[in-house]
Structure formats: C-alpha cells, structure tokens
T-cell receptor, first 114, second 112 residues
Framework: LAKTTQPISMDSYEGQEVNITCSHNNIATNDYITWYQQFPSQGPRFIIQ???TKVTNEVASLFIPADRKSSTLSLPRVSLSDTAVYYCLVGGALMDTGRRALTFGSGTRLQVQP | EAQVTQNPRYLITVTGKKLTVTCSQNMNHEYMSWYRQDPGLGLRQIYY???????DKGDVPEGYKVSRKEKRNFPLILESPSPNQTSLYFCASTLGARGEQFFGPGTRLTVL
C-alpha cells in the first residue's frame, strides 16, 4: 500500500495562498491522489482528485509532478473558515492481489489567523 | 438528499459485549469502507467492500467483522470489544474506489 507523509501542522494568515505537500514514494501505477478536508466532529469532505500534472476546481488546485511521488494541494487566498485538517489519500488501484485498499496520510492541521 | 448515515452516533459499552454499528447509503454506491480515527494517527481503513458479498481487510482489521448483504448497508461488528477499540469510527461510500468518498457523521465508541 502507498504510504503517505504530510507535515503535521501549518500556519497561515487570511488572504494568503497555502501549499500542503504529501509524499507518496511507493504510489502504484493506477493509484489516484485525493485530498480531503475535515472539521472537528465531522466526517472528511472531498476537495480534489488527480492522477498527474495539474487539476483545478473552484476551491483548490492539485499539482502532481511527473514521477508522482508527491503531490501539492494549493488553497488560494485562505480564510478563517479554512482552518481544518487536510488529508492526502492515495489508492484505488486494483492491486495484483485483487485488493483495492485506501491509505490516508496522518493529516496536516492548518491554522488560519486573521 | 444523498447521504451516509451511521447509528449510533455515540456508544459507551463494556469489554466483551458484542455490538454493531450500522451504516447505510442512499446513493447506490458500490464501494464502502469503515475507518477508525485516533489522535495523531489520522484515518485508518478497517474493512472495505467493493460490492455485495465482496469484502476485504484494510490496514487495521483485527477485532472487527463486516458484512455486505445489501448494496446500501455495511455494518461494522465488534464481537468482543476491548478498550483499544475506543475510537471515532467513520463509514464512507463511493461509486468506485477512486471516486469521491462520502463520509457519515461518525460514531464515537468508548469501551470500558
């Protein structure tokens, strides 16, 4: 299974761009990379998903280099409401064993200050 | 409204007393998962199911059982709960293993 590593915490100020990087050195060929946001006492919520290069939606961008061993979630102009824990998830590939497991990173706690 | 529901939301029990946490989704999703979340460890997958009658172990399956008799339901069973299973549990469903996962509201379990 792809193991992921993220920074434990990050601090930012309102209006700044925040980049959170996830390392996943043993990502499988067919694995996708997905990012989730979680507020206290709630289930995680989908932000963005990608396979390679760059993906952008209305709330974030996801940058994936050619070797796919890492990925960076970019949040433009954060606000106080973006204070949350962000998880990188790698997986989904049908493994040689027939398994299709998913492995979350340990999460990055983002604190946005006024 | 598309949603994943879990019951109960909170449960305090004692060691060895069998319990079941139910999970249901109304989106006709094939792939469902159970996760546990512990401080500093993020979310760890316990079991997953790719479809009816197809289940497999995740990263931390010991002490848990699951079943998938219907597409919408994916109960988590603790035959003999122990204190180290005290945790916050989330059920999730997705159309395929790579798609967006929809998470339930969570079940906070305390085993005394």
């Amino acid at each position: 299974l792809a193991k992921t590593t993220q920074p434990i915490s990050m601090d930012s100020y309102e209006g700044q761009e925040v980049n959170i990087t996830c390392s996943h050195n043993n990502i499988a060929t067919n694995d996708y990379i997905t990012w989730y946001q979680q507020f206290p006492s709630q289930g995680p919520r989908f932000i963005i998903q990608g396979y390679k290069t760059k993906v952008t939606n209305e709330v974030a961008s996801l940058f994936i280099p050619a070797d796919r061993k890492s990925s960076t979630l970019s949040l433009p102009r954060v606000s106080l409401s973006d204070t949350a824990v962000y998880y990188c998830l790698v997986g989904g590939a049908l493994m040689d064993t027939g398994r299709r497991a998913l492995t979350f990173g340990s999460g990055t706690r983002l604190q946005v200050q006024p | 409204e598309a949603q994943v529901t879990q019951n109960p939301r909170y449960l305090i029990t004692v060691t060895g007393k069998k319990l079941t946490v139910t999970c249901s989704q109304n989106m006709n999703h094939e792939y469902m998962s159970w996760y546990r979340q512990d401080p500093g460890l993020g979310l760890r997958q316990i079991y997953y199911s790719m479809n009816v009658e197809v289940t497999d172990k995740g990263d931390v399956p010991e002490g848990y059982k699951v079943s998938r008799k219907e597409k919408r339901n994916f109960p988590l069973i603790l035959e003999s709960p122990s204190p180290n299973q005290t945790s916050l549990y989330f059920c999730a469903s997705t159309l395929g293993a790579r798609g967006e996962q929809f998470f339930g509201p969570g079940t906070r379990l305390t085993v005394l």
